[in-house]
């Protein structure tokens, strides 16, 4: 590797490592169509999951067949029909489905099994699992319309599903369904991994597609959508492409049945699930359960992300040092702000009961995530966290950051109005300065 490239390098691998930790025997459900097979990036897709797989991720690959299905159709000079998105398929139809789900199948798995030395594949010894996951029915008569064999789906076998997960195998589910009464239905790719996700209780949907992701009506990626942000998207307007649709859709539909997030990517991006998954804003658009970022009491688990997010802050003398011993100690005292698995800020809080006062302390934000209102978020919840107390000040002790307090409402004030025993303890080397803020 190029010297002038180490630093970066070494600085990537860093941030990715609480990802790591975070995904690790979490469950994703991936969702690609039939076109990804005859693209150039594909074969990098396939070494990007394989990778996802050695670190310890439980994956589904859901497949399409949309272009197999018709290549096969157009060799036989057979007609085709969709009517509202959907192929009717009939018995001739249903036998190029077949032909595909299994040409595509085996081309996965294909790609799945090597083991090239000085390949990025080279030692991986992936197995694969396919086989009669998922139970179909019907789609029947709509609107006047027979679609013959084209399916919904019913049901997952999440067990069995898991069984194969549990022994580190990637399971792959290709667009195809069977009936208890031994019939085999067409179903569309995003259905059965909109299905697969919320039966199995998948920690992420992914959809790889063409285009950016979601974008605005300029065209801009909307990189974080809301479930309701992302209702109101759908309906309105604003008309995206038909793959940013039906995966908006699934998305939607996925978020309402307690998949937490649902990532939509650009199937022409190399590395677009790497980028994702392993940087801080990804490269696609996220649609969330619920808010990316969580606040809520520190537990043990987070004294890593802590004890790195403060040690720069520690290394400037803005905050006091504090060992791993003294926050296994004192962790009950911190408050976190969790950003898909990672620790982006932090803040402690020490009441003094008896004197209804506060002790706000170690407050810090990850300098990628500062100036947007995540300290002032993080204040706000400490001041509700200290009245449910009964408190009614708060004071902070502060060397370098007197400005910022005195413009949230923070006055001045002087070391013996503090609480007797935090007096006791005062540094007096550090010289900090007292400040107070009256909350009741």
């Not at 490592?17 to 994703?28: G, K, L, M, Q, W």
């Not at 479930?227 to 998305?251: D, R, V, Y």
């Not at 004030?413 to 007797?420: A, C, H, I, K, R």
Request: charged share 25%; aromatic share 6%; hydrophobic share 40%.
């Amino acid at each position: 590797m190029p010297k002038q490239h180490t630093p970066e390098f070494v600085r990537w691998f860093r941030n990715s490592s609480p990802y790591i930790n975070a995904f690790r025997n979490r469950t994703f459900v991936v969702a690609f169509g039939g076109e990804m097979l005859a693209d150039a990036q594909f074969a990098s897709l396939v070494h990007d999951l394989a990778l996802l797989n050695s670190l310890g991720v439980r994956l589904v690959l859901v497949h399409g067949t949309r272009p197999q299905i018709e290549q096969c159709l157009q060799q036989r000079k057979a007609d085709f029909q969709y009517v509202n998105g959907l192929r009717v398929t009939d018995d001739v139809a249903l036998t190029c489905v077949k032909q595909a789900a299994g040409s595509v199948r085996v081309d996965i798995e294909a790609l799945l099994s090597m083991g090239l030395t000085n390949s990025p594949m080279a030692g991986a010894r992936i197995r694969v699992v396919s086989g009669n996951f998922v139970t179909a029915q019907p789609l029947g008569v709509r609107d006047g319309v027979d679609y013959c064999h084209t399916g919904e789906v019913r049901r997952i076998d999440n067990q069995a599903i898991h069984r194969h997960l549990d022994d580190g195998a990637i399971v792959v589910l290709p667009p195809i369904g069977y009936s208890p009464t031994g019939e085999v239905f067409n179903l569309t790719a995003h259905d059965v991994a909109t299905a697969t996700a919320v039966q199995i209780q998948a920690d992420k949907l992914i959809h790889l597609i063409d285009g950016k992701g979601i974008t605005d009506n300029r065209q801009r990626l909307l990189r974080e959508l809301t479930l309701e942000q992302a209702e109101a998207l759908l309906a309105g307007k604003h008309k995206l492409n038909e793959g940013a649709a039906i995966s908006l859709a699934s998305a939607i539909s996925a978020c309402r049945q307690d998949v937490p997030r649902v990532h939509i990517l650009s199937r022409q991006v190399d590395g677009a699930l790497l980028l994702e998954l392993f940087s801080r804003d990804g490269c696609g658009s996220l649609v969330m359960q619920d808010q990316f970022e969580d606040t809520r009491q520190a537990g043990l688990n987070d004294i890593g992300g802590i004890l790195e997010l403060i040690a720069p802050l520690e290394e400037d003398d803005v905050l006091v040092r504090r060992s791993r011993e003294r926050l296994e100690m004192e962790i009950d005292h911190f408050t976190v702000v969790e950003r898909d698995g990672m620790v982006v800020a932090c803040a402690a809080l020490y009441p003094f009961i008896t004197e209804k006062v506060s002790e706000l302390a170690c407050l810090a934000v990850h300098p990628e995530y500062r100036n947007h209102g995540r300290g002032d978020a993080l204040l706000k919840y400490i001041e509700r966290q200290s009245r449910q107390l009964g408190i009614q000040r708060l004071f902070v002790l502060t060397t370098r950051t007197t400005h910022w307090f005195q413009e949230r409402g923070f006055k001045a004030g002087e070391l013996e109005s503090l609480p007797v025993k935090r007096r006791e303890l005062y540094n007096y080397q550090r010289n900090s300065k007292v400040f107070i803020k009256d909350i009741c």
